[in-house]
Nanobody
Framework: VQLVESGGGLVQPGGSLRLSCLASGFPMENYPIGWFRQAPGKEREGLSCINRRSATFYSDVVKGRFTISRDNAKNTVYLQMNNLKSEDTAVYYC???????????????????WGRGTQVTVSS
């Protein structure tokens, strides 16, 4: 199982970025994918999850600004991030797993496989 994030970078407040999570080594279409972030000195935070039926779930922090989607033909899950704020600065990770039998989860402990992350910096 391998997950590789890309698309991070430096963006001004109010700007947008689209992150990608390229999956390999497992049938991605059968698994949920979650997006998380971790800022320096803070715990890893669940942002969004898309399950195998493409139902989507969001934390209150990002609901209305971030959109998760999946393209199973490309083995890729995306996180479109709009109206970015300085507090969105963090390393962003995608992850997958069996979620302990749940349809979705924003709790990192329910995920088994993680990418290495991509840095997002929101600053003027």
């Amino acid at each position: 199982v391998q997950l590789v994030e890309s698309g991070g970078g430096l963006v001004q407040p109010g700007g947008s970025l689209r992150l990608s999570c390229l999956a390999s080594g497992f049938p991605m279409e059968n698994y949920p994918i979650g997006w998380f972030r971790q800022a320096p000195g803070k715990e890893r935070e669940g942002l969004s999850c898309i399950n195998r039926r493409s139902a989507t779930f969001y934390s209150d922090v990002v609901k209305g600004r971030f959109t998760i989607s999946r393209d199973n033909a490309k083995n890729t899950v995306y996180l479109q991030m709009n109206n970015l704020k300085s507090e969105d600065t963090a390393v962003y990770y995608c992850a997958t797993g069996d979620l302990r039998g749940s349809e979705y989860s924003l709790s990192p402990i329910n995920y088994d496989y993680w990418g290495r992350g991509t840095q997002v910096t929101v600053s003027s």
